[in-house]
């Protein structure tokens, strides 16, 4: 895709590239330069916050190659931007740095009479030195516009730098239409695994079974400005786990009355829907409007063994109180294989404020661990907004 750029102050050899300075490498800015035969380094940081770099490294590429330039150095802040780059091959080589890299190439060549840069063939990294999983830039988040008290996502796949089958030939491809066949796969996997399952408990396996670090137990991050971790409305449940989902020991069901019940209140054909949304059985739990105690429910179905007992741990999104009653589950073969539990939130502070974040996790203590997020938005007043 790409080519690495070294730059070295003694670089002298036949190997190397008259290094430019471009600033946002608009086309006023690379003929003041004059960057014919260069390489140019784009990096305009006071502009970061104005243009996306997936919206102007194509303009930069082509306005580059039209100068005459031989490559090109584009620094941007974090994010998934590799496939962009297709527009620099049969031309020049090109790389991404960020912005603390370009600060001290531009150093280098503020300081140096003769700057050069040497072009050598790219470096693919793998293993544990590669920062994964990581949310991309382009990625689908919440809060819905429309159903706020619907959490989404619901999940986070592979979808970066995809290789994938196109016209007889393979491209790498970045976007949700990659993350999707790897969910509709593992959907696919769990259907032959347990034909029996519903949609509704395929979806709830592979939310409550997600996971929400990375190798080393650190929490995932995700590309934004600055880089932040994670949370909820990011990752839905969390990166999808094929091989826990399997066997999730907890589920939570919705039969088709209840999906063509929430479709109706879609149209609005139905009254009462915002206590609906509130308890509809779904492995997610969205509140936007806390203003001082809200209770709902959820149902838990057991496809485990049938000798279970499963004990709560909550994490409660900052400033909010929750309580779960019953808090430990008990299921034997004499029992009914669906618990019903109850979940009260309630505000500690009266703020019209942001969402927070939390979850709920019902663990058997040896191999089950069903998860599932919560986002919780404290609210004074209707019609109300932080908008500062």
């Known amino acids: 895709m790409g080519q690495s ?13 008259a290094l430019v300075f471009a600033g946002s490498c608009d086309p006023e ?16 940081p006071e502009e970061a916050s104005r243009w996306s770099p997936q919206l102007i490294l194509p303009y930069a590429i082509n306005y580059t190659i039209e100068a005459g ?4 150095i584009f620094a941007q802040y974090t994010a998934n931007n590799l496939d962009s780059l297709v527009g620099c091959e049969g031309f020049m080589p090109c790389a991404l740095v960020d912005f603390e890299i370009a600060h001290r190439i531009f150093s280098y060549w503020d ?33 819905s516009l429309l159903f706020p008290g619907i959490l989404k996502p ?4 592979p979808g ?12 790498f491809y970045s976007g949700t239409s990659m993350a999707c066949p790897h969910v509709s796969a593992v959907t696919a996997m769990l259907k032959s695994v347990h034909p029996q399952w519903s949609p509704a408990m395929i979806k709830s396996a592979i939310v409550t079974t997600a996971y929400v670090t990375d190798r080393f137990g650190m929490p995932i991050q995700a590309e934004a ?37 929430f479709f109706n209140c879609t149209l609005g054909y139905l009254g009462g829907c915002e ?5 509809l059985n779904l492995p997610s739990i969205a509140v936007p409007d806390l203003k001082d105690r809200v209770m709902l429910r959820r149902t838990v179905t057991n496809i485990g063994p049938a000798e279970a007992t499963y004990h709560l741990v909550v994490e409660a999104p900052a400033g909010i109180d929750v309580s779960v009653e019953p808090s430990v589950i008990n299921f034997t073969q004499s029992t009914s294989k669906s618990v019903t539990f109850m979940v009260t939130f309630t505000t500690r502070q009266r703020v019209q404020g942001g969402y927070t974040f939390g979850s709920l996790t019902w663990s058997d203590g040896s191999t089950h661990s069903v998860r599932i997020p919560i986002a919780v938005r404290t609210v004074i007043q209707d019609f109300v907004a932080d908008t500062s």
Do not use: W
């Open 5 to 17: 750029l070294n730059y070295n102050a003694a670089m002298n050899n036949s190997g190397s590239q």
């Open 29 to 44: 800015s690379l003929a003041l330069g004059n960057v014919k035969g260069k390489t140019v380094l784009c990096y305009a």
């Open 69 to 72: 330039a031989k490559g090109l």
């Open 111 to 143: 300081m140096t009479e003769n700057p050069v840069v040497m072009v050598s063939p790219a470096v693919s990294v793998v293993g544990n030195g590669v920062l994964s999983p990581r949310v991309a830039s382009f990625s689908s988040r919440d809060p």
């Open 154 to 157: 619901d999940i986070t796949a």
């Open 160 to 171: 970066v730098n995809i290789l994938a089958a196109v016209r007889g030939s393979y491209v």
């Open 225 to 261: 400005v600055p880089r932040k971790l994670a949370d909820p409305f990011d990752f839905g449940g969390g990166h999808i786990d094929p091989n826990r989902a399997v066997d999730p020991g907890l589920v939570y069901d919705v039969d088709a009355r209840g999906y063509n019940k």
């Open 275 to 279: 206590s609906y949304y509130l308890n």
